[in-house]
């Protein structure tokens, strides 16, 4: 059997502080955009839907972004019904470059079909750049719905 607690001795001095948490407010842009009507070559019109308030990611103008220097992640999907038998294709251009990897494609079959092109991908920014999105169809002008967002990692 235990006898009685004894009293608390003076505190300690206090140890080193460990390594700084993550920030928990993510970095992030939203752009949409419903039944925009697309010629067959063109940049994708971007209209804010959520901006990032931090400004890292930013419109230039209604067709492309600027970045400033880090890690994003970029996720578009875009659905169009095509009026004729063609393809659409969308290719991220980033600094004047395009980025195939990073495009998307879809072909009809037959007229009045719902295409859908979509896709995430990671891209590390190493100074300010400019993104926009090139928008092709041999399908003729298109009617297009478009979800876009970006956004940065916090990473050290």
Request: proline residues 7%.
């Amino acid at each position: 059997m235990a006898g009685p607690q004894g009293l608390r001795g003076d505190t300690g001095a206090r140890g080193p502080a460990g390594p700084a948490g993550y920030p928990q407010n993510s970095i992030f842009a939203s752009f949409s955009g419903q039944e925009l009507i697309l010629p067959e070559n063109t940049s994708l019109p971007l209209k804010i839907d959520i901006p990032d308030i931090t400004e890292n990611i930013s419109l230039c103008d209604d067709n492309s972004v600027s970045l400033t220097p880090g890690c994003y992640a970029v996720y578009y999907y875009i659905s169009t019904i095509v009026k004729r038998h063609g393809s659409i294709k969308l290719t991220p251009i980033l600094n004047g470059c395009a980025h195939m990897t990073y495009s998307a494609y879809a072909e009809s079959v037959k007229r009045k079909e719902m295409l859908v092109v979509s896709r995430y991908f990671v891209v590390e920014i190493p100074c300010e750049s400019t993104l926009f999105f090139a928008w092709d169809s041999s399908a003729g002008p298109c009617e297009i719905n478009m979800n876009l967002s970006i956004e940065k990692f916090g990473r050290q």
